[in-house]
C-alpha cells in the first residue's frame, strides 16, 4: 500500500515515502531503490520479495534504520527518522524496532538470558530480568535461561535471537530470511512463531524471504524489482507467489 508524506501517521507503524537508495557515483552508481512508497500497518504480518538485487534487502534496512536513504523519507509511527543524528537514531531503534537475521548472531560463551539482555547492557542499561524471561516465554522457550547456545538445536537458537529482538518490547519487527539456515520442519515453527505475534500479541513484522511457502504466512506480499514496489498481494497462497515471482524472473 503506498502512501504520501501528508498521510498522517496513525494506522502506520512504519512507513517510507519515495525512498531512493544509491551506492556509488556517477557511472559506477547502483540505484537500489527507485522511488519506493510503502507502509506497514500495526498489527500486520508483510513478506518482502523479488529477485536477487531487486533491493528487497535494501528497503528492510533502511525501514529498520540500518541504512540511510540518498533520499525520501522513513518514519516509525510519527517520527521521521531518516534525518536524524546517528546517535538518536541508534537510541530510538532500540526501542521502536527489532531486527532477526538469518545467522542467529548468538554469543556463544554466554547464556541465553545473557544473549537476550546483549543489546541492552551494549546501551548501558541495566536488564530487565522479566522482560526478558517474559520474552523467552513468548517464544517457547522458558526453562533454558541458563543454557548456551550451542546447548540448543537451531530452530532454538533462531527463537532466542527473535527473543533478543522482542525484549525492548518493539514496534516493528524485521525479519531478514530468518528460516534460510534451517530445515523445513524447522523453519516452519519460526515463521507460524512469527505468525502468533502478530495474531496473538498484535506484533507488527516485516519479512524479507525467497521463499513463496514463508510469504505464505504473511498478510500481504511486496514484489520488487529494480528497486521498485511492481506488485502486492493480499493473502496470497505460496503457489501464487511462486508464480508471480517466477514472472520477475526471482
Known sequence: MAETATDTARGTAARAHELHREYGRGTAAVRALRG???ALAPGTFTAVMGPSGSGKTTLSHCLAGMDRPTRGSVWWGG?????LPER???ELRRSRV???FQAFNLMPATTVAQNVELPGRLAGERPDRDRVLDALDRVGLAGRERH???QLSGGQQQRVAIARALVSRPQVLFADEPTGALDQATGHEILALLRAGVDRDGQTCAMVTHDPVAAGYADRVLLLADGLVVDELDRPTAAQVGERLSRLGG
Not at 79 to 83: D, G, I, K, L, Q
Open 88 to 90: 538518536r537514531l541508534a
Open 36 to 38: 519506493v512508497s510503502v
Open 98 to 100: 527489532g531486527v532477526v
Open 79 to 83: 517520527t521521521e527518522v531518516s534525518r
Open 148 to 150: 548456551r547456545p550451542g
